[in-house]
C-alpha cells in the first residue's frame, strides 16, 4: 500500500490569496495523481489527474504540477467558493488511496 | 449530464446486510468501469472496491477491510451498479458514493459521483 500525506492539515487563506497544498508519496508514482475538492455535505469534484491535467468545466485558477513522489495542487486567486476540503488520490497501484485532506478554511 | 443516484442506505445492526444500488444515466453505462467509494463520519475518502465494463472482462477488486463481505454487481440492462454488503461491522457505518472511473486514469480516479447514501451500523 502506498502512503500518502498531505500538508498542511488546516491552511487559513483570504480571498485573492495564492494557496499551495502538498501531497507526498511513500513511493514514486509517475504522474497518477489526482486532485478532488469536497465541500460540506456534498460529493467530491474531481479538479485535476495526471498531476497535472485540469478536468473539464474546472477553473483555470486551479492547477497541479510534480511528478514521482511530491506534488503540489496550486490555487492562484482565492476565490469564495473555493474554501473547501481537498484530498489528493494516487492511482499508480492497487488499491487507489487518497489523502488524509487539506481543510482550507478562511482566515 | 451524467448523474448518479444512489439508493438503500440505512440502519443495520452489525452482522447484518444491507444493499446499496446506483441508478445511472447521461452515459453509455456498459462501457464504465464503476467503483464505489466511502467516507466515515467526520473522516477522510476510503476506496471501497470497483468493477469493471463487461468488454473488459466484468471483473471486481476490492480494498482489504471490505474484501469477503462485500459485492459489486452491475446489470447494464438497468444502467445500475450494486454493492451487497454482508457482515457488516461498526466501522462500516459510512457515506457510500457511487463513481465511475475515468478511462485516462485506468479507471482509477473518479470524474463523477453520486448524491451519497448513508449506511449506519449500530446496535
Known amino acids: 500500500v502506498i502512503w500518502m500525506t498531505q500538508s498542511p492539515s488546516l491552511l487559513s487563506a483570504s480571498t485573492g490569496d495564492r494557496v499551495t497544498i502538498s501531497c507526498r508519496m511513500s513511493?514514486?508514482?509517475?504522474?497518477?495523481l489526482a486532485w478532488y475538492q469536497q465541500k460540506p455535505g456534498k460529493a467530491p469534484e474531481l479538479l485535476i489527474y495526471?498531476?497535472?491535467t485540469l478536468q473539464s468545466g474546472v477553473p483555470s485558477r486551479f492547477s497541479g504540477s510534480g511528478s514521482g513522489t511530491d506534488f503540489t495542487l496550486t490555487i492562484s486567486c482565492l476565490q469564495s467558493e473555493d474554501f473547501a476540503t481537498y484530498y489528493c488520490?494516487?492511482?499508480?497501484?492497487?488499491?487507489?488511496?487518497f489523502g488524509q485532506g487539506t481543510r482550507l478554511e478562511i482566515k | 449530464e451524467v448523474q448518479l443516484v444512489e439508493s438503500g442506505g440505512g440502519l443495520v445492526k452489525p452482522g447484518g446486510s444491507l444493499r446499496l444500488s446506483c441508478a445511472a444515466s447521461g452515459f453509455t453505462f456498459s462501457n464504465a468501469w464503476m467503483s464505489w467509494v466511502r467516507q466515515a463520519p467526520g473522516k477522510g475518502l476510503e476506496w471501497v472496491g470497483r468493477i469493471k465494463s463487461k468488454t473488459d472482462g466484468g471483473t471486481t477488486d476490492y480494498a482489504a477491510p471490505v474484501k469477503g463481505r462485500f459485492t459489486i454487481s452491475r446489470d447494464d440492462s438497468k444502467n445500475t451498479l450494486y454493492l451487497q454488503m454482508n457482515s457488516l461491522k461498526t466501522e462500516d457505518t459510512a457515506v457510500y458514493y457511487c463513481?465511475?472511473?475515468?478511462?485516462?486514469?485506468?479507471?482509477?480516479?473518479?470524474?463523477?459521483w453520486g448524491q451519497g447514501t448513508l449506511v449506519t451500523v449500530s446496535s
Open positions: 513511493q514514486g508514482i509517475s504522474s497518477y
Open positions: 495526471a498531476a497535472s
Open positions: 463513481t465511475t472511473g475515468n478511462p485516462y486514469c485506468g479507471g482509477d480516479c473518479f470524474p463523477s
Open positions: 488520490q494516487q492511482y499508480y497501484s492497487f488499491p487507489p488511496t
